[in-house]
């Protein structure tokens, strides 16, 4: 089997099984990213969508149509919840840590960044859009990087919004592994 598709199996099981964890029911510090994915979940998986994915992967390119939340060619039902399982990852509102990230307020409080204070945080940073203060998210984009040993693992992940619902999504990757060739991946999901 092809080592880059176990890099990225690799990466899906990891991410699986971290978001099938109980979260422990604590006060949000922070935007509830965790929260707001579950609803995007949610309506996505009760209002079935047309989207366009596009997949590329160390330049091998795919398109997927998704008709009705089916994939076009095989009928399957689209995995909301695993298709957006990479933000959910990023919530920064785990009780560990707490007070761990600087908030930023600008453009008169249009946009929150939440910057991460120690540079060993996954999540370097969260930056929150919206159309008017404390009103409907706009856009999201996140700053991931994880370097262990000989392990680095980095995405820049950004969902667009219009009226609070999924419009589009975008994922930059890159990992390396000691024993596997790099990866570099882009992943786009457009809702038509």
């Given at each position: 089997?092809?080592?880059?598709?176990?890099?990225?199996?690799?990466?899906?099981?990891?991410?699986?099984?971290?978001?099938?964890r109980k979260a422990e029911t604590a006060e949000k510090v922070y935007f509830d990213l965790a929260g707001?994915?579950?609803?995007?979940?949610?309506?996505?998986?009760?209002?079935?969508?047309?989207?366009?994915?596009?997949?590329?992967?160390?330049?091998?390119?795919?398109?997927?149509?998704?008709?009705?939340?089916?994939?076009?060619?095989?009928?399957?039902?689209?995995?909301?919840?695993?298709?957006?399982?990479?933000?959910?990852?990023?919530?920064?509102?785990?009780?560990?840590?707490?007070?761990?990230?600087?908030?930023?307020?600008?453009?008169?409080?249009?946009?929150?960044?939440?910057?991460?204070?120690?540079?060993?945080?996954?999540?370097?940073?969260?930056?929150?859009?919206?159309?008017?203060?404390?009103?409907?998210?706009?856009?999201?984009?996140?700053?991931?990087?994880?370097?262990?040993?000989?392990?680095?693992?980095?995405?820049?992940?950004?969902?667009?919004?219009?009226?609070?619902?999924?419009?589009?999504?975008?994922?930059?990757?890159?990992?390396?592994?000691?024993?596997?060739?790099?990866?570099?991946?882009?992943?786009?999901?457009?809702?038509?």
């Amino acid at each position: 089997m092809n080592p880059r598709i176990i890099l990225l199996l690799l990466l899906f099981f990891v991410v699986g099984c971290r978001s099938e964890r109980k979260a422990e029911t604590a006060e949000k510090v922070y935007f509830d990213l965790a929260g707001f994915v579950d609803q995007q979940v949610a309506y996505l998986q009760e209002n079935p969508v047309n989207a366009l994915k596009k997949v590329d992967m160390n330049g091998e390119h795919e398109e997927v149509n998704i008709i009705n939340n089916k994939i076009e060619k095989s009928g399957e039902l689209v995995n909301w919840e695993k298709e957006l399982a990479l933000f959910k990852e990023a919530d920064i509102n785990k009780p560990v840590l707490r007070n761990s990230y600087e908030v930023i307020e600008k453009l008169e409080g249009l946009a929150t960044i939440y910057m991460a204070k120690e540079e060993d945080l996954p999540v370097h940073s969260l930056s929150v859009f919206r159309e008017n203060q404390d009103e409907e998210v706009t856009e999201i984009s996140i700053s991931y990087l994880e370097e262990k040993d000989l392990f680095l693992n980095t995405r820049e992940l950004r969902m667009e919004l219009e009226n609070e619902k999924l419009r589009k999504l975008t994922i930059n990757g890159f990992q390396k592994l000691p024993t596997i060739d790099s990866l570099i991946y882009y992943i786009q999901i457009e809702l038509k």
